[in-house]
């Protein structure tokens, strides 16, 4: 049983689409992360909910949507997909925002 | 501006010998430091954590030492393993609030 899970694992589209990242967690964790590791491989954080609020927004385009319908869900909704977004996402949940459990990653490539 | 550095991109150890990953951080305050472990094509794992208010935690083959006046924290694995292969990431954190990655030293023990 995967604790954290992330879909797709791979995406692959074009520049100016809008696609979305979904996440999920069996851990009944508090609050969900979206992290960015870039080309320098840099671990960065781009949103944290806590209890289906925004508690962390980071410097982040606002072509980047995070959405928590509930408590164990938390997706990522880019619009108009740009060459530079190509990278790898982490889906991540922690329970009282302690040490954070890392889904296997999305590897988004926008050609 | 990182404020989390792992300043070696690689370490390669014969297996049987100490590992030694360093990180270095600016912002003294940072109260809580974590290292995690990546496999290729997935997500980063816990491995083991620091409080300020301790200068060493012990797990295992596992240890990691924390130096406030240096601002440095250091991960010692011994005796390491071909197993132990993996990209390892150092974190840090203050009140709980995001966590901050440093780029990761990609370890490499030879049989």
């Known amino acids: 049983d995967t604790a954290v899970s992330q879909t797709p694992k791979y995406l692959v589209t074009q520049m100016g689409n809008d696609k979305s990242i979904k996440c999920e967690q069996n851990l009944g964790h508090d609050t969900m992360y979206w992290y960015k590791q870039d080309s320098k491989k840099f671990l960065k954080i781009m949103f944290s909910y806590n209890n289906k609020e925004l508690i962390i927004n980071e410097t982040v385009p606002n072509r980047f949507s995070p959405k928590s319908p509930d408590k164990a869900h938390l997706n990522l909704h880019i619009n108009s997909l740009e060459l530079g977004d190509s990278a790898v996402y982490f889906c991540?949940?922690?329970?009282?925002?302690?040490?954070?459990?890392f889904g296997q990653g999305t590897r988004l490539t926008v050609v | 501006d990182q404020q989390v550095k792992q300043n070696s991109p690689s370490l390669s150890v014969q297996e049987g010998r100490i590992s030694i990953l360093n990180c270095d951080y600016t912002n003294s305050m940072f109260d809580y430091f974590l290292w995690y472990k990546k496999y290729p094509a997935e997500g980063p794992t816990f491995l083991i954590s620091?409080?300020?208010?301790?200068d060493k935690n012990e797990d295992g083959r596992f240890t990691v030492f924390l130096n406030k006046s240096a601002k440095h924290l250091s991960l010692h694995i011994v005796p390491s393993q071909p197993g132990d292969s993996a990209v390892y990431f150092c974190?840090?954190?203050?009140?709980?609030?995001?966590?901050?990655f440093g780029s990761g030293t990609k370890l490499n023990v030879k049989p």
């Open positions: 991540a949940s922690s329970q009282d925002q302690g040490r954070a459990f």
């Open positions: 620091i409080s300020s208010i301790k």
């Open positions: 974190a840090a954190s203050y009140n709980f609030n995001k966590f901050y």
